[in-house]
């Protein structure tokens, strides 16, 4: 049976896992202008928006794409594991909590790493097999003002500062984040295995 302090953990847990459910429908409303402006839209806004905004402002934007509900989110789901951890131990592990915020950060830097890695390989394969130049009115347009300066940048490191083509800080640039990835997540799991081994 459990005692009333694990009680309160386990329904606070359970209150910020559905506390997270409702700002992840508020976001993905917001995509849908007429349910966004509806009653549940708004209901939702009020419930939501002054948790969600305290986000805006960290730069996590990638062209139109904004990262900041991923962060948003996670940080609730971490905050409901810990709880729902607490609820059944009875104690606070300082070594879970680590190994859930390091697990948090990582989700989130994977979830932007792999996206530029897709953008860049699509972006160079269309390169590799167009046989026509890239010209303004191109859809391609707004996908090379989201990711040049972050192409260029990798590609300017790895040539020493020197000049490169579009083509080639784009084959730079996904062998990169590649990498970023790979050895990312060995670095994680090396991590958290270690956690795991501390006994508070």
């Known amino acids: 049976m459990q005692n009333p302090i694990q009680l309160i953990f386990q329904v606070s847990s359970a209150a910020v896992s559905i506390y997270a459910m409702l700002c992840f429908a508020r976001i993905i409303i917001t995509w849908f202008p007429s349910v966004n402006y509806s009653t549940v839209g708004q209901f939702l806004s009020q419930l939501c928006d002054p948790y969600l905004t305290l986000f805006s402002r960290i730069p996590l934007r990638l062209g139109m794409i904004d990262f900041t509900p991923v962060i948003s989110l996670g940080l609730l789901t971490l905050l409901s594991s810990v709880l729902g951890e607490i609820s059944l131990s009875g104690r606070l592990y300082l070594s879970g909590i680590l190994s859930q915020l390091i697990n948090l950060l990582w ?37 090379d003002n989201a990711i040049s300066r972050l192409v260029f940048s990798i590609g300017g490191i790895l040539s020493g500062g020197r000049p490169m083509d579009y083509k080639k800080a784009l084959l730079f640039s996904c062998i990169v984040l590649l990498f970023l990835l790979i050895a990312g997540s060995i670095l994680i799991h090396i991590l958290i295995s270690t956690f795991s081994l501390i006994p508070f």
Do not use: E
């Not at 989130?108 to 303004?136: E, H, M, P, Q, W």
């Open 107 to 143: 989700s989130a830097a994977t979830s932007l790493l792999g996206l530029l890695l897709l953008v860049c390989f699509i972006r160079y394969c269309f390169a590799i097999f167009s046989k026509k130049s890239n010209s303004y009115n191109s859809p391609w347009q707004v996908v």
